[in-house]
């Protein structure tokens, strides 16, 4: 650790937060087994970018306000309320269930839901249970409305464009307000686990900046602390056994790379790499001392005792769909076994579901024929959800030009399925570990208003031009010169053919926390089945997008 | 229909197309570069290529497990291997088996003949993953691994194949793992590295070579991954052959040697 301490001297950064952070994991029973590691993200107890990061959210300012406790289905930091055994909350297409696996508690003093920063937010903060742990843009556009932007989900640190902007004022929020985007900021070049930089494959430009961060002189590329700002959704923190799981698919390397896993420092053993977008911390623990750091403005040491109730919270939540407008309850009994959250917590976690022995989406023959009392509505949206569920599985498509999909063996193009990539069982999510890029992020499939003479919308994220050093090979697919919203995994690996490269979420409570994809690019689910059908020509007919869209909503 | 009709079906099809596969394998136009082909079939698509007005076919779409590694639109391929004598054309291609096929990495933007289902095109053969759910298993099994060695433990080396101009990929990890499983049960403490360049003489008695400094990179990455999976207390020598030995597949290599 001599290196890592000298390293943050040199910085001039405030102690040892993150040092006494150490010490203090490494008072836990199984520290005490982890090895230092090479790989970036893996020495220590952070990765090698929080302390740039700690330095740029010390420097923001931040002030705690109470805005008092919203409706019930908002849960606002340190309210202390009890976290029933289960619960549903309404959603647009029929209700999202939770299900406490631990059985109820007290959330007074829980490190999960108590404002532990400066800024007066909690992790609860944008884990909303109402929104299946997630957080949707209904509930951000409810909350500026009902606190007139005071509401700590809206601090300047993450939930302005740019803390350089005149905080309260929606247009310093519109990313946050119109997309549900919260800013992820990340050191460049990227660093090691060891703080060194590593050397990047590629030059970052800015090319679009509208929300002047990425160029600001104290929080952008050209700072003292040289930060990249991309916006990024909040992730669903449940069903997590599955997200994190290291069954199928995981061992010591990468399956899609070839690279070496990120390894848990607690135990040294690889991880999975599917729980962040880019994949730039192996595990709750250490998402939680980064999480603190960049969202909550946390200046403290989360105890030992803080990151095992926080890991134990988040290892017992599975959410899910559990009623449906239309299709009526989704849990019955002899209900098919996909859908909710006490299906998911009985489910296998980390298998292959993409065969003919095990669904990723299980429906069996439970909806086959109408049952007494089911009124014609009902039966007809279930046959519409089990016919999307059979389009997932089995309507072909060409594949094309999507990295870590076409490179790994598969052939570019390939014809498969949805459930090709969304493979995991019960969950949608890969298996393996990694990262793939779709076009989400990257030119010339990311969504963003075009500049035309019709159109009033003005352009909302960054835009960087990455250019391939000649030594290496070009993105097979992209060449060496890549527009890109968000770089993806390559703002943490530095490699060309990480660019726009981002964890694939898992597929549920979909219909609680709209929008979709990193970006929120994807409004609703037709819009979400939409940029599929375009990006890869799929030709869906109408009845295939509404059976699709059914099903989807239904998870 | 039954499994049988569609075979004996299959085989009067490809019959049919089977042309003069012997004369054209005595022609030897291996290896070669050219665009790749992606030709559907009532089944799985299947992979083709044309050279010098002859078609050839190198594989089918199956999953991960498979040894053939399908092509990339976009891209042109390096084909190696040799035309397997007297086979009976597939997807209006002769045969190359053994087949080892290179994605080139430079963009090709004219490689892009995508073609639909041709209904004369049916594969002799039951695929071993269709498009959709597979039945359970992978296309293609591994050979089971063998038993763990037992003490006293030797120095062993393990060779690390590649694509032409190809690094570390998602097939890596298979054949790196035996050397890291030993590295750990011998808990090794000196381990060589040495990476080699290839170079291929095509047919049209072009020799290809891989570019300078390959072998060298090719070493440090290997060296860093097995680091990387925890094997870190190793003295570790890295060293390369940069001269590009003329031959096929197996002069693209690395070789780790693992010493107790």
Redesign the interface.
């Known amino acids: 650790m001599g290196g890592r301490q000298s390293w943050y001297w040199r910085q001039g950064i405030d102690k040892a937060v993150l040092a006494l952070s150490l010490v203090c994991l490494a008072a836990s029973a199984t520290y005490g087994a982890a090895?230092?590691?090479?790989?970036p993200g893996t020495q220590g107890e952070v990765a090698g970018h929080v302390p740039d990061q700690l330095e740029q959210a010390q420097q923001t300012p931040a002030s705690a306000t109470k805005t008092g406790d919203g409706p019930p289905r908002w849960w606002a930091p340190g309210e202390g309320r009890t976290f029933p055994e289960f619960v549903e909350y309404g959603d647009p297409t029929g209700a999202v269930g939770l299900y406490n696996q631990g059985g109820a508690f007290k959330t007074a003093g829980h490190p999960f839901f108590e404002p532990l920063g400066r800024n007066g937010r909690a992790c609860v903060s944008c884990h909303q249970p109402a929104d299946g742990m997630g957080l949707s843009l209904r509930s951000i556009d409810e909350r500026w409305k009902a606190t007139g932007g005071k509401d700590p989900i809206f601090a300047a640190i993450d939930g302005s464009n740019c803390p350089s902007l005149p905080q309260g004022d929606p247009a310093s929020h519109s990313l946050l307000l119109k997309r549900g985007l919260f800013r992820v900021f990340l050191p460049w070049p990227p660093k090691a686990a060891d703080g060194s930089p590593i050397k990047p494959e590629f030059d970052i430009e800015v090319i679009r900046d509208p929300s002047g961060c990425n160029l600001d002189p104290k929080y952008g590329l050209k700072s003292a602390n040289p930060m990249i700002s991309v916006y990024r959704r909040p992730r669903v923190v449940s069903n997590m056994q599955y997200v994190l799981h290291r069954n199928f698919g995981i061992?010591?390397?990468?399956?899609?790379?070839?690279?070496?896993?990120t390894?848990d420092p607690e135990n040294?053993q690889?991880v999975n790499m599917n729980m962040m977008a880019d994949a730039r911390q192996p595990t709750l623990k250490t998402q939680a001392v980064e999480a603190a750091i960049t969202h909550l403005q946390f200046d403290g040491v989360l105890s030992p005792d803080q990151l095992n109730r926080i890991q134990a919270f988040e290892n017992q939540m599975y959410s899910a769909q559990v009623r449906s407008n239309e299709a009526g309850s989704l849990v019955e009994a002899d209900g098919p076994s996909a859908f909710g959250p006490r299906n998911l917590a009985k489910g296998e976690k980390g298998v292959l579901g993409?065969?003919?022995?095990?669904?990723v989406f299980p429906v069996g023959d439970a909806w086959q024929k109408q049952k007494p009392g089911e009124s014609d509505a009902e039966f007809a949206m279930r046959q519409s959800i089990i016919r999307g569920q059979k389009i997932f599985?089995?309507r072909?498509f060409?594949i094309?030009?999507s990295m870590y999909l076409?490179?790994?063996?598969?052939?570019?193009?390939?014809?498969?399925?949805c459930?090709t990539c969304h493979g995991m069982h019960m969950t949608g999510m890969d298996t393996a570990n990694g990262w793939m890029d779709i076009g989400t992020t990257n030119a010339p499939w990311a969504k963003e208003a075009p500049r035309n003479p019709w159109q009033t919308e003005d352009e909302l994220m960054p835009l960087f031009k990455i250019t391939c050093h000649k030594n290496v090979?070009?993105h097979?697919?992209l060449?060496r010169v890549i527009y890109t919203q968000d770089p993806g995994r390559a703002l943490i690996s530095g490699k060309c053919n990480d660019v726009g490269a981002i964890v694939m979420q898992q597929f549920r409570g979909l219909a609680a926390r709209a929008p979709y994809f990193s970006n929120g690019s994807a409004a609703n689910v037709r819009e979400l089945i939409d940029y599929y059908d375009r990006r890869y020509n799929i030709q869906y007919s109408e009845q295939e997008k509404e059976d699709l869209e059914h099903f989807l909503e239904s998870l | 229909m039954s499994g049988t009709m569609k075979t004996t079906l299959a085989a009067a099809v490809c019959a049919a197309f089977a042309g003069n596969a012997a004369s054209a394998a005595e022609r030897s136009p291996l290896p070669f570069v050219a665009c790749p082909i992606v030709q559907d079939t009532p089944s799985v698509p299947c992979w083709i290529t044309n050279y010098q007005g002859e078609t050839y076919y190198l594989g089918i779409q199956s999953d991960v497990s498979a040894p053939f590694n399908p092509p990339s639109l976009g891209h042109k391929v390096l084909v190696e291997g040799s035309v397997k004598k007297g086979a009976p054309r597939i997807c209006g291609g002769l045969v190359v088996d053994p087949v080892t096929v290179s994605i080139m990495p430079e963009m090709s933007p004219e490689c892009d003949d995508m073609r639909q289902v041709d209904p004369r095109y049916v594969l002799p053969f039951e695929p071993p993953r269709p498009p959709g759910p597979s039945t359970g298993k992978l296309a293609f099994s591994y050979p089971a691994p063998p038993p763990p060695p037992q003490p006293p433990y030797k120095p062993m080396t393990f060779t690390v194949p590649y694509e032409f101009e190809g690094m570390v990929n998602f097939k890596t990890p298979r054949v790196l793992t035996p050397p890291l499983n030993y590295g750990r049960l011998t808990q090794a403490k000196h381990i060589e590295i040495t990476g080699y360049r290839g170079a291929t003489k095509l047919s049209d008695g072009t020799i290809l070579a891989e570019h300078d400094g390959i072998a060298h990179a090719r070493a440090e990455e290997i060296a860093s991954m097995l680091k990387g999976a925890g094997l870190d207390k190793a003295h570790y020598v890295v060293t390369a052959d940069e001269h590009p030995a003329i031959g096929g597949p197996d002069e693209r290599r690395t070789v780790i040697k693992i010493v107790p």
């Open positions: 090895k230092q590691s090479d790989t061992g010591a390397f990468v399956g899609k790379t070839g690279e070496p896993a390894r040294g690889p993409n065969n003919t022995t095990k669904w599985h089995f072909t060409w094309k030009d076409n490179n790994v063996g598969l052939g570019n193009p390939v014809k498969r399925t459930a090979a070009p097979p697919y060449g």
